[in-house]
């Protein structure tokens, strides 16, 4: 239904920043719930974080207190900030847009659109 491309992953050193932007096209990003997830290798996929259509946000444990989403609805863009990388933050980032149901950490099986991923690597 709506068209996600992510953007932003690199290369980073443990302990620095990063933030992945998602652009939504075919549909107003405010009207949708919209996720982060990320996939290590050899992984399955992993919910993150979420926000839903009125503001309410909500992280996994994982990454509480160090990653945020956000989103700016005039550029219909999806934001994520990751602070405080680690190792075992490496992996493939995705952004999804689906329907609510408000589960933490956020599920995939409530999603329906997901874009291709971006690559962030943390090193040692």
């Known amino acids: 239904q709506v068209q996600l491309v992510e953007s932003g992953g690199d290369s980073v050193q443990v302990g620095g920043s990063l933030r992945l932007s998602c652009s939504v096209s075919g549909g107003a990003i405010r009207t949708y719930y919209m996720g982060w997830f990320r996939q290590r290798p050899g992984k399955e996929r992993e919910g993150l974080v979420s926000i839903d259509t009125d503001d309410s946000t909500s992280a996994a444990d994982s990454v509480k207190g160090r990653v945020t989403i956000s989103r700016d609805n005039n550029k219909n863009t999806l934001y994520l900030q990751m602070n405080n990388l680690k190792p075992e933050d490496t992996a493939i980032y995705y952004c999804?847009?689906?329907?609510?149901?408000?589960?933490?950490?956020?599920?995939?099986?409530?999603?329906?659109?997901w874009g291709q991923g971006t690559q962030v690597t943390v090193s040692s």
């Open positions: 999804a847009a689906g329907r609510s149901m408000r589960r933490i950490p956020p599920n995939a099986d409530d999603f329906i659109d």
